[in-house]
C-alpha cells in the first residue's frame, strides 16, 4: 500500500477518536434528554477559545488550561440546559431544535463580537513523530489517546456508578425513574454538563491542532451530525463507531482528491447508507 | 401509619379522584378494589408523588408528605411497584436492582439487600445479568417487586400485580405478597382480580368513578352481595 | 365592497406607488424582504405540515450560483441558466428526498441529514474555488442594463421583478392551501401510517410537495444572485442560511399565507436596524442581539407572530407548537 495513503488513513483514524468523543457527547445528551443539541459544535468551539485565552493570553500552565476549559464547559453545559433546553423540554420537537439552532447563530455571533474573525492558534508546537518513514503528529497521537481514555472513563461511569446506571435508567423510561429517588431534572443536569465537559475535552485536543476562529463549528458540526445518524441517534456505541468509519472516509477521500471533497464523499456515502439501515448501521 | 384525607387529583382537567380518604395501620395488607378507570392507579400515583393531589392532605407516620415529588416520597420509605412492571428493558436484573437502591440510606445496604431480594426471588438471582425486557411476565414482576424492595421500604406500593400474567404465575405472586407481609412490610395492593386480592389482604377499599364506595374486612367484602354480584361473578 | 378588498386594492396601490417615491435605500430593503419572503413561503409549503427541513440553503445556492456561472463563464443567459439551476434544485431533491421518505426518515434524523446536505453544498462551492472564487466568492459579469442576462442598475425594475414573484409565491402557496393535497399532507403530517392507510399516495404527495419547495427556493435564489450579483457560498447556502431561512418563517407564523413574509419583514427590519444601530463597530452585536431574540421567540412565542396574533381570535393551531410535530415515524 502507498504510505502516504496509510498515513493518510492513520491520520484519518486519529482524528475519529475525537470526533467519537463528541458523538458520544451529543448520543448521550439525546438519548437521555431527547434534545439535539445543533449548537454542539460550537461549544467546543467556546472551549477552544477557553484553551487559547488561557494559555497563549494569560499563560497559565498548559494543564491547568485544559483542566479549566472542560469545566468551564461543563458550566455551560449545565448553562445551556437551564436557560435554552429546559423551557422547551415539553415543546414540539422542532422547537427544541430551533431553539439550540438559535443558539448556534448567537455563540458564533458573540464569538465573533468579542474575538473577531482572526484565526488564533495556542502556538504549541509538538513534534512530528516519524514512524517506518511515515509522519504522524504528536499532537494527534495524544489526542487519540486522551479521546480512547475519555470514552472508556464515560463507559465505566456508565456502567458501574449509581449516577451512571440511573442515566441509562432514565434514557429508556423518563417517567418512572422518580420511583427510584432518581431526581429527573438533576440528571439532566449532571448529564448537560458531562456533555459539556466532552466537548471541553475534544475543544482541548483540538487546540492542540487547529486554529479557532468563530465559525470552527461549522466545519466539524455537520459532521458529528452524520456520524450520529448513521451510528443511530442516541446509539453511544454505534457513534463511537460511525466516528471512525466517518474519519476514514473523509481522510482517505481528502488524500485522493480535496478535504472538501472528501465531505461531498463522506456525506454521499452517508446518504446511500440511509437509504440500506436508515435507522443507523448498528442499530438492530 | 399512611393516610390520606379528601384526597382530589387529576389530569388537566379531567378529575380522577373525588375527595378520596383512608387509612393504613402498620404491619397491614390493604386492598384497593374496583373496575377500569376508576381511579386505581391515579390514587398509587399521588400516593408515590408521582402525581400532585389538588385537594386534600397525605401524612405518613405523622408527617405530612402531600405534594412531596416521588423522589422525595421514596425515602420515606414508601416505595412503588408501577402498572405493568415498567422495569428497564435493556438493563440487566441486577441493574434494574441496583437502581432500586438509588437512595443513599439503601446504597449504604445494597449488598445485603440484594442478597435478602435473591433469597426471596431465587429465579431472579438465575438470571441476574440477563436483560431485563427478555425475562417472561412472571419473572419480570418479581424483577419489579425486587426493585421496589431494593430500597427498604416500610410500604410497598402495588398496582396490578397479577395483570397479563398467567393463572399459576398470579398465584406465585401473591403468594409472594404473603411471604413479604410475613417479612414485616406494610402493603397496599390495587387490583382487579378481586377474588385473589381478597384472600391476601385484611381489609379493602372499593373504589368506582374516584370515590370509595365500600370498606371493610376482606371477610365483609367477600360476603359482601354487591361486591360478590358485580365483581365476583356470583 | 368587503375590508378585504378594500386591503387588498390598498396594498396593491402601495406597492405600485412605493418606487415612485421611496429612496434607493428603502427599495434595497424592500426588494430584499420580498426576495427572502418568496423564498420562506416556499419553505413554508413544506413546513407547515411538519416536514422540516434545514438544508433549504442548499437549493437556494445551487439556485444563485448555477445561472451566474454560466453567464459568467458561458455566456448563457439566466433565461435558460435559472431553469437550469431550478431543474438541479429538484434533481438534488430527489435524490435525498426520495430515499428519506421511503425508508421513513423523519423527525430529528431528517433534520440532520437536510442540514448535512445544505453544508455539503456549501463545500462544495467553495471546493470548486477554481470556478467559484471559493470563500472568496465572486461577481457575476456586469453588463449594465439588460434583459437578456436578466440585469437592472435600476432598482424598479428589480423591484417590479420581486413583486412579481412574491406574489406568484403566494398564489402558489394560496392554491395549495385550497387544493385537496393540503388536506391529504396534514394528513401524513399527523399520521403517515393511517395517511396510507385511507389510501393517500404519500411518497407522491411529499415529494411533489419537496420538489415544489425546492423549484422555489431555488428560482428565489436565483433571482437573489441576478439582483446582488456578488455571491459567496456562506450567504447563499450552509447551515447558517438554512437555519435563518426556518427561523424566519417560524418567527412570521408558518400556517398562515403572509406568516413568512411578515417573518422576512420582521428579520430583515430586525437585522438592519441593528447593523445601522451598532455602525461597524461591534461586528457580531447585532447578529449576537438576533440570537437572543431568535431563542427568545422560540421559547415565548412559538407559534410565530402571526400565529399568536390569529391566537388570540381564534385558536386554529395547536398551543405551544410552532409546527405540529415532525412527522414523526
Known sequence: ??????????????????????????????????????????????GMYGVYFLYAQYHLPLPLAFLLAILGSACLGVLVHKLIIAPVLNAAPLNQLLATGGLLFFLQSFATLLFGTDFRNIGVRLPVLEVASMYLS??????????????????????????????????????????????????????????????????????????????????????????????????????????????????????????????????????????????????? | ?????????????????????????????????????????????????????????????????????????????????????????????????????????????????????????????????????????????MCAIGRALMSKPKVLLMDEPSAGLAPIVVQQVFDLVRKIRGEGLTVLIVEQNVQQVLDVVDRAYLLEVGAIKLSGTAAELKGNSFIRESYLGL | MNINRILILIGLALLVALPFVAAAYFMHLVIQILIWAFIYTAWSLMGRFGFVSFGHGAFMGLGAYIPALMWTFWGVTPWIGIPIAVAAAVLLAVIVGYPCFARRVVGHYFALVTLALSQVVLLSLTAARDITGGSLGFTQKAVGHSWYALQFPEKTYFYGIAVVLWLAGLVIWQRIDRSISREALEAIGEDEDAAAAVGIDVMYQKMR????????????????????????????????????????????????????????????????????????????????????LLVLCIIFMPQGVVGALQGLKFRRTPQGKSVRRISEA
Open chain 3, 209 to 292: 410537495i419537496t420538489m415544489i419547495s425546492a423549484a422555489l427556493t431555488a428560482l428565489g435564489g436565483a433571482i437573489y444572485g441576478q439582483y446582488f450579483m456578488y455571491l459567496n457560498p456562506e450567504t447563499v447556502s450552509g447551515i447558517t442560511v438554512s437555519l435563518q431561512i426556518v427561523f424566519a418563517a417560524i418567527a412570521g407564523g408558518v400556517y398562515a399565507m403572509f406568516g413568512p413574509s411578515v417573518g422576512a419583514l420582521l428579520t430583515l427590519a430586525l437585522t438592519e436596524g441593528l447593523r445601522v444601530w451598532f455602525g461597524t463597530e461591534f461586528i457580531g452585536a447585532a447578529n449576537t442581539i438576533y440570537g437572543i
Open chain 1, 138 to 284: 504528536f499532537a494527534r497521537l495524544i489526542a487519540f489517546g486522551v479521546a480512547l481514555v475519555g470514552a472508556f472513563a464515560l463507559y465505566f461511569f456508565l456502567k458501574k456508578t449509581y449516577v451512571g446506571t440511573a442515566i441509562r435508567a432514565i434514557a429508556q423510561d423518563r417517567e418512572i425513574v422518580g420511583l427510584m429517588g432518581i431526581d429527573q431534572r438533576r440528571i439532566y443536569l449532571v448529564v448537560s454538563a458531562i456533555g459539556g465537559a466532552l466537548a471541553g475535552l475534544a475543544a482541548c485536543l483540538l487546540a492542540l491542532q487547529y486554529d479557532v476562529h468563530p465559525f470552527i463549528g461549522n466545519t466539524f458540526g455537520p459532521v458529528i451530525f452524520m456520524i450520529c445518524v448513521l451510528g443511530g441517534l442516541g446509539n453511544m456505541l454505534g457513534g463511537f463507531f460511525a466516528a471512525f468509519i466517518i474519519s476514514l472516509i473523509i481522510a482517505i477521500g481528502g488524500y485522493y482528491w480535496s478535504t472538501e471533497l472528501s465531505y461531498v464523499l463522506a456525506f454521499t456515502f452517508f446518504i446511500v447508507l440511509m437509504f440500506i439501515r436508515p435507522r443507523g448501521l448498528f442499530t438492530p
Open chain 1, 1 to 46: 500500500m502507498d504510505l502516504y495513503l496509510l498515513e493518510a488513513i492513520i491520520n484519518g483514524i486519529l482524528l475519529g477518536g475525537v470526533l467519537a468523543l463528541l458523538a458520544l457527547g451529543l448520543n448521550l445528551i439525546f438519548g437521555v434528554i431527547d434534545v439535539v443539541w445543533i449548537s454542539y459544535a460550537d461549544i467546543v468551539m467556546c
Open chain 2, 1 to 141: 401509619m399512611l393516610s390520606l384525607s379528601s384526597v382530589s387529583a387529576g389530569y388537566g382537567s379531567f378529575q380522577a379522584l373525588f375527595g378520596v380518604s383512608l387509612d393504613i395501620a402498620r404491619g397491614e395488607a390493604v386492598g384497593v378494589i374496583g373496575p377500569n378507570g376508576a381511579g386505581k392507579t391515579t390514587l398509587m400515583r399521588v400516593i408515590s408523588g408521582m402525581l400532585p393531589l389538588s385537594q386534600g392532605s397525605m401524612t405518613f407516620e405523622g408527617e405530612a408528605i402531600g405534594g412531596l415529588p416521588a423522589h422525595h416520597i421514596i425515602e420515606h420509605g414508601i416505595a412503588h411497584v408501577p402498572e405493568n412492571r415498567r422495569l428497564f428493558a435493556k438493563l440487566s436484573v441486577e441493574e434494574n436492582l441496583r437502581v432500586g437502591a438509588f437512595i443513599p440510606s439503601a446504597r449504604a445496604r445494597f449488598a445485603e439487600q440484594l442478597d435478602w431480594v435473591y433469597s426471596l426471588f431465587p429465579k431472579l438471582k438465575d438470571r441476574r445479568t440477563q436483560a431485563a425486557g427478555t425475562m417472561s411476565g412472571g419473572e419480570q414482576q
